[in-house]
């Protein structure tokens, strides 16, 4: 019995267990059981984690201080310099912000806002939780941080914070800071807060001075559309405002941001509606999209500087880690590659022309809508040194430097000839076209037909046609053939007479491919305009690059083969520290003797030959003169040693409120029977040339060595011209529509920054049908018969012409250059 009792008491089952404040792992469980935790333990582990949140939160709101407006909303300009260092204009930030008072604000303007941005801002306490917890999610995805903010929360970041990052950490302190303005500041303080910090597009900071940029009035003077689309510029400038920013993104074209800007202006009418602050009757009064001023209305930006800055800022945003939301906070001084003093002259020398020569009262048939384009590049480094945008920012948009449209012409053979100096031609035995393989490197003095009306050959020998199976047969300006009766001019001479019939066949036997990459490889892009490098007029200069491009193509040649990329902008800085330097890449896609052959053949087009109007007493000039059949643009692009300048001329109307844009004829234009790339280009050229190069020595080009072999017949002793008359029985057949490259329909205008159809009857400066015979002669073609204009004539009318920028373009700047 006793010892029974002991056993029983050393069993120690029925003892009661031991209470601990957190019971875990779990006492008096065995097994699995013994881990699972108890639901009162969970209850107190979520309240406990819960009352610490609120503690941290507590804590937090406590401890955060709200920013003063004055210190965060202080705008900073941008600065741009010119290239010696001296200060180009300071824009941005506070220049053009003007605070308001609240009861200034259009109460529309305050009901638009509310009903596109913030519906419950009368009601909520300066953050939208569900809003908050989407922007944490998506930032812990690793997502986008924009959404979900309340008009207080915006009007926190824009004028209360310095720091604009989107991390987590800025987040959380705009959130608290939110909430104590939402009860320590009055709803009016905020709303007015927020419309006169916020940024509008066009350099406007704050609702008056978006008032004054968009619509030229006084804020309270707006009325609810005007209103209306004053928030919805609020979205995001780039792609709302109707003007449209090209140079910075191609999605923004005036088009596109039209489109999405008249969806969003009516859709915030109609919420006004539904939220009951506008009544139906006076949204009636609103079906039509508001009138806007210009988008250049900054005096500070007129004349060239307009140009000069939007050249600039787009390279910036499209070349540096700097976005357009920094860049508009401003800060940043941005020094350029512009020559003030080259900028003024090259300004001056096409004021001179257009004074003297363009006379729209007189003749306003033949002397409006007048466009001249100009740019300069330094072949050594790539720097851009001057542009000539147009007659002014603020009252011509468009950047006439930068940007695609007007073709080239013939200023584009001299990349023929550089394809031909690279790749050679297909070689012929016999008479027998021999494998690609086997080409022959060609010599300037080989000869091609300087015929009239020539057959064109293909690649492998066969006689070009269309899909109807007609022959084109290639004419040159005039219809001039060239030393009958065989017919032969050496590439050089054909190039000083721009002879199209040669320089077509000489791209035929090269390879279209082979020049569109010679092309390519001297620095301009393959944009849309390069399409039409099937069809033998592709050598005459169907392709519409830039101003720039093609200085900067040019200056390829004038270095050597040494090829760099355009660009504006060589140092940024941002509180004394630098954040940008340019590195200038340079390739080799010319040999030197390649480069060098070419530059001395385009000699010869100015010593004696179609450019001789744009001679530079004492100096080595290469160039080449450009009109199109049509007579729709006309070009000059020459250079020296030190520098390379293309030089445009067209007729184009294009207001921004003309959806058409067409390019016009210049038959008559200037009184001049018709523009030749030797006139008025040539001459602006010439003249700014000589100043721009005053003081500088008068370099040499380097001796061209010798290259490949002649190809063809013994050569004539001189070209000599002769005209055939035009067969009364049997014009020259025109090429039709092919299937690869369709027209657009007779109801549709071709757009000119697209690539026009080489075939469509209407677009007759882009080598199509009149290449084909039609009565102008060649497409592109420079009047080769012509004489130079004498030395004494001012504006070269009877000289000889030739045969066209970032998106790039698009436009050169609407892309990742200069």
Not at 70 to 93: F, I, L, P
Not at 369 to 394: C, L
């Amino acid at each position: 019995m006793e010892s029974g009792a002991r056993g029983r008491g050393r069993g120690r089952g029925n003892e009661p267990v031991k209470k601990r404040f957190i019971d875990y792992p779990r006492a008096g469980k065995h097994g699995p059981k013994r881990w699972i935790p108890s639901w009162r333990l969970i209850t107190g582990l979520f309240i406990g984690f819960l009352g610490s949140l609120m503690a941290v939160a507590g804590i937090a709101y406590a401890l955060v201080e709200v920013p003063e407006v004055a210190k965060a909303a202080r705008a900073q300009n941008n600065v741009y310099y010119w290239a010696d260092g001296s200060q180009m204009v300071a824009t941005g930030g506070e220049t053009n912000r003007q605070i308001i008072k609240y009861a200034d604000i259009p109460k529309a303007m305050r009901n638009a806002v509310i009903s596109a941005e913030n519906k419950t801002f009368n009601k909520d306490k300066g953050v939208d939780p569900m809003g908050i917890a989407r922007a944490f999610v998506n930032m812990a995805k690793g997502g986008q941080t924009q959404g979900g903010s309340t008009i207080t929360q915006q009007y926190v970041k824009n004028a209360r914070l310095d720091d604009q990052s989107q991390t987590f950490t800025r987040k959380f302190k705009e959130l608290f800071i939110s909430i104590k303005v939402g009860r320590e500041v009055s709803k009016e303080d905020i709303m007015a807060g927020y419309l006169n910090t916020a940024y509008y597009g066009r350099n406007a900071y704050g609702i008056q001075a978006a008032a004054r940029a968009y619509f030229g009035k006084d804020a309270e003077k707006l009325d609810p559309s005007e209103c209306a689309l004053l928030a919805t510029v609020l979205k995001g400038a780039t792609y709302y405002d109707p003007a449209g920013y090209p140079e910075i993104d191609s999605a923004a074209s005036p088009k596109a941001n039209r489109a999405r800007a008249e969806k969003r202006w009516r859709w915030i009418l109609d919420e006004e509606v539904k939220d009951g602050r506008l009544s139906a009757e006076t949204r009636a009064k609103y079906t039509k999209f508001p009138k806007l001023e210009s988008p250049r209305s900054n005096v500070k930006l007129s004349g060239q500087i307009g140009y000069l800055v939007s050249l600039a800022k787009a390279y910036v945003i499209n070349n540096t880690d700097i976005t357009a939301g920094q860049l508009e906070r401003g800060g940043y001084e941005i020094h350029t590659t512009f020559d003030k003093r080259k900028v003024t002259q090259l300004e001056d020398a096409v004021e001179k022309v257009r004074k003297a020569k363009i006379k729209p009262k007189l003749r306003p048939d033949k002397d409006t809508h007048v466009q001249f384009g100009g740019a300069s590049v330094n072949p050594k480094t790539g720097a851009i040194e001057a542009i000539y945008g147009g007659e002014d920012a603020t009252k011509h948009f468009t950047n006439n430097a930068d940007t695609t449209g007007a073709q080239v012409g013939s200023t584009y053979k001299p990349f023929v000839l550089a394809a031909a100096f690279k790749n050679g031609i297909r070689s012929k035995t016999g008479g027998e076209v021999q494998p690609d393989g086997q080409r022959t490197v060609i010599n300037p003095k080989s000869l091609y037909s300087g015929k009239n009306k020539l057959k064109i050959e293909n690649y492998d020998g066969t006689v070009w046609q269309d899909k109807n199976g007609k022959e084109w047969l290639q004419t040159n300006d005039g219809n001039q053939s060239y030393n009958p009766p065989t017919y032969k001019i050496d590439l050089r001479e054909a190039m000083r007479e721009s002879v199209n019939s040669a320089y077509v066949q000489l791209g035929m036997d090269v390879g279209l491919d082979k020049v569109k990459r010679a092309a390519m490889d001297a620095g301009l892009k393959d944009d849309k305009s390069m399409a039409g490098a099937t069809y033998p007029s592709f050598s005459l200069g169907t392709s519409s690059p830039s101003a720039i491009r093609m200085a900067g193509a040019y200056a390829t040649f004038a270095a050597s083969g040494k090829q760099r990329d355009p660009y504006s902008v060589k140092e940024i800085e941002k509180e004394g520290e630098t954040v940008y330097t340019k590195e200038v890449l340079t390739k080799s896609p010319f040999s030197p003797t390649v480069a060098d052959n070419v530059t001395d053949v385009l000699r010869t087009v100015v010593d004696k030959g179609t450019g001789s109007s744009a001679q530079l007493p004492g100096r080595q000039v290469a160039g080449k003169t450009g009109t199109t059949d049509g007579n729709k643009s006309a070009w000059f692009v020459g250079y020296t040693p030190q520098l390379s300048t293309a030089i445009s001329m067209y007729r184009l109307d294009d207001d921004e409120n003309n959806t058409k844009r067409e390019f016009l004829e210049m038959f008559g234009t200037g009184g001049e029977k018709k523009i030749h790339g030797a006139s008025f280009p040539a001459r602006i050229w010439q003249d700014y040339m000589a100043e721009a190069l005053q003081g500088k020595p008068a370099l040499k080009f380097p001796l061209p060595q010798p290259i490949g072999e002649v190809v063809g017949d013994a050569p004539p002793p001189s070209p000599t011209p002769s005209k055939e008359p035009e067969p009364s029985d049997s014009p020259s057949p025109t090429p039709s529509e092919t299937e690869s490259s369709p027209s657009p329909s007779p109801s549709e205008t071709p757009d000119p920054t697209e690539t026009c159809n080489v075939w469509d009857p209407r677009c007759e400066d882009n080598g199509g049908a009149a290449d084909g015979g039609a009565e102008d002669g060649g497409a592109n073609g420079d009047p080769g018969g012509e004489s130079p204009p004498p030395t004494g004539e001012p504006n070269g009318g009877n000289g000889n012409g030739g045969s066209n920028g970032n998106d790039n373009g698009g436009g050169l700047f609407a892309g990742p250059t200069g």
